[in-house]
């Protein structure tokens, strides 16, 4: 492999890691998201129930 | 989405904006403007993700301490949120920075890996820090597994030093720093043409990992108020 090859393979794997982690995160973030939504309009439903 | 929440979204958007932004100029920099290093030719250019990546580590690393100590004395939640969500990201660019090494190892030094001092140490706090995440998964209890945690993440960052000094404490493969050195200062040791691309390349890797710092620590402050409400409704 010549010099731009292990500054390709280099800089490929390290942004596509990132990418992939950015991704996941994204993932992880958007369920929490829903799921915290989810619990706190229900919750909202419960106490106007009441009243 | 809440109303309230929605100015924090915008500032969140706007440091990723911002991080996409310096990244591009930073690659760009590093792999088209910046010259070849004289000695490596263009392998060097490896240096420009090698050096950032593992600034920001003990970025995140100092964090981890920061976070677990305030945890330790004051007993706050949001401490151990900002030490577990910096603990993952130091990791994650623990483990880029020896991937980034071990192909900048193969053309200068012949080899992928070699038990070298500096590289052993980085190779122990890259399994330090992730036993310390591995920790809070298998304590049920959520106090105590913070509590552990903390205790780690303070006793692991003992091992930066230890990682800095190595080069001058035993006889390695591994060149000296040529940012942080007591002796000089970085613009005495790097030409300036290559710290330019080094300077706006750890800019990028800074605020892309403040980025992604903020939808983390966000995640674990979520997570906690979907606990504090199941309780709430289980109660």
Redesign the interface.
Same mark, same amino acid.
């Given at each position: 492999?010549g010099?731009?090859g292990?500054?390709s !393979?280099?800089?490929g794997?390290?942004w596509a890691?990132?990418v992939v982690?950015?991704l996941f !995160?994204?993932h992880?973030?958007r369920q929490?998201?829903a799921? !915290?939504?989810r !619990?706190?309009s229900s919750?909202a439903a419960a106490s106007h129930d009441k009243r | 989405m809440a109303a309230s929440t929605q100015p924090v979204e915008k500032r969140k958007g706007i440091l990723g904006g911002l991080a996409v932004v310096a990244v591009v100029i930073g690659l760009y920099w590093s792999l088209a403007v910046a010259p070849p290093d004289a000695y490596q030719g263009e392998v060097q250019r490896i240096m420009y993700l090698h050096l950032p990546s593992i600034l920001t580590a003990y970025l995140s690393y100092f964090l981890v301490f920061v976070g677990s100590a305030m945890y330790l004395w004051k007993r706050e939640k949001r401490d151990d949120l900002l030490a577990h969500a910096a603990a993952e990201l130091g990791v994650l660019f623990t483990a880029l920075t020896i991937i980034e090494g071990s192909i900048w190892g193969k053309p200068t030094w012949g080899v992928w890996w070699t038990w070298d001092a500096r590289l052993t140490l980085t190779a122990i706090l890259l399994l330090i820090y992730a036993g310390y995440l591995m920790l809070r998964s298998l304590i049920d209890d959520e106090s105590r597994a913070a509590s552990a945690a903390a205790i780690l993440g303070i006793i692991g960052f003992l091992d930066i030093p230890l990682i800095h000094m190595s080069v001058y404490w035993w006889r390695t493969l591994h060149q000296p720093p040529s940012i942080l050195r007591p002796d000089k200062t970085p613009w005495e040791t790097v030409h300036p043409s290559l710290l330019t691309a080094l300077a706006i390349s750890f800019v990028g890797f800074i605020l892309l990992y403040f980025y992604l710092l903020s939808l983390r620590y966000r995640v674990g402050e979520m997570r906690q108020e979907i606990k504090a409400l199941r309780l709430e409704r289980g109660a």
């Open positions: 492999m010099p731009w292990f500054v !393979l280099a800089y794997i390290v890691a990132i982690y950015w !995160l994204k992880r973030y929490a998201e799921e !915290l939504n !619990l706190r919750e | -």
